[in-house]
């Protein structure tokens, strides 16, 4: 019995491993870079859903949402997105507690993204039952997640998440500023913003041999296009303390964009907010977000390039059907007549685009 039970234990903890250091195995290609895709909020507001919901078939859809920028994704090595709304069954409900159908995740996957962020305010909407269903129906569809977890052991074996690509070892971690003052319930874990428990992380990653840190943080201030004083002073700290890269959340706009330095005088980018890359939103600069481009050499292990591109969310008719739409906003302006949409909205997305990439302006357009 005794060695029945060190066996489990020992295949619990090669598994553990395993999951923790994720060797994707890419196509060979003369290139001597990697690309990753980074995109903001994942929203699930209740017009979304009804949306997708197909009466004949009694069931939801959101295929065609990402139809427009599947291209983008699909041409990465990486893909990772911001989910923040719960994967938790029925009732479906838009803000303030989210649930949203399982097929979101079926096109997310089908559009090409890899990792799913959950640490955000949102993570609690439906509780303990939300929060573990939603990382189940992650897992069963073979995506990867970090942020929040059902408990220590859990943690322990999968954060920070390691994936290795072309030789090159990428640690990722996610932490949020709160929960909307939920708390999680029994064993449940949530990534806050706890800068000790952070340094500790930053070590696991660096003992685990990771070549670059990258920090998903979900803070600052909702509709503000300027980070605050918070976000800089916090994402100097992250550089002091070893990242290479720092993607935000939450704000629903996409803040400004900058370049940090560490220790040792190496630039550091800063996204402080990538806005919604999904959602029912129409209050000013929220009806969009920005796809990041991260390019990294994998002989020096180093980011060697970043780039944007403004995606616009349309609601409307395009493709004979209607749905929330992503358009990249440089493929419409250099082509309108690839996208039939209505005067208003190609308005609205030509604004949308122009204020972004004046906002933006210290920073590369995605090519």
Aim: net charge neutral.
């Amino acid at each position: 019995m005794k060695r029945y039970l060190l066996l489990l234990a020992s295949l619990f903890l090669f598994s553990s491993f395993l999951y923790n250091d994720i060797v994707v195995l890419l196509p060979k290609t003369e290139s001597d870079s990697i690309s990753l895709i980074f995109v903001g909020d994942i929203m699930g507001h209740s017009p979304q859903f009804k949306a997708a919901y197909n009466q004949r078939t009694n069931s939801y859809n959101y295929d065609i949402c990402f139809q427009q920028i599947k291209s983008y994704i699909k041409k990465a090595d990486f893909a990772i997105a911001n989910l923040e709304v719960p994967i938790a069954g029925k009732p479906y409900s838009g803000y303030p507690n989210f649930s949203s159908p399982d097929a979101l995740l079926d096109a997310i996957k089908n559009a090409g993204f890899n990792i799913l962020l959950t640490a955000n305010n949102h993570v609690l909407d439906r509780g303990k039952f939300g929060l573990e269903l939603t990382i189940r129906q992650i897992e069963k569809r073979k995506l990867y997640h970090l942020g929040s977890y059902v408990d220590t052991i859990q943690r322990d074996s999968i954060y920070p998440l390691l994936v290795t690509l072309k030789g090159v070892r990428i640690a990722f971690l996610n932490c949020t500023y709160g929960t909307n003052n939920n708390e999680a319930s029994g064993s449940n874990l949530v990534n806050y913003i706890d800068t000790l428990e952070i340094l500790d992380d930053i070590h696991k990653a660096n003992e685990l041999g990771a070549d670059i840190r990258i920090m998903n943080v979900h803070w600052g201030t909702e509709y503000e296009v300027k980070a605050n004083e918070f976000q800089t002073e916090l994402a100097q700290f992250f550089v002091n303390h070893g990242i290479n890269l720092i993607i935000g959340s939450h704000p629903h706009v996409v803040q400004n964009a900058e370049m940090l330095y560490d220790k040792d005088s190496l630039a550091v980018p800063v996204f402080y907010s990538l806005g919604n890359f999904i959602s029912n939103q129409r209050k000013p600069n929220t009806d969009g977000g920005i796809m990041v481009k991260v390019e990294i050499d994998t002989k020096s292990k180093d980011i060697t390039k970043t780039s944007f591109l403004p995606v616009y969310v349309y609601r409307g008719v395009l493709n004979s059907e209607y749905q929330f739409h992503l358009i990249p906003t440089i493929d419409f302006i250099k082509k309108p007549s690839n996208f039939p949409i209505n005067k208003v909205d190609s308005m609205l997305l030509r604004e949308f685009h122009f204020n972004t990439c004046k906002r933006l302006s210290n920073q590369n357009l995605m090519e």
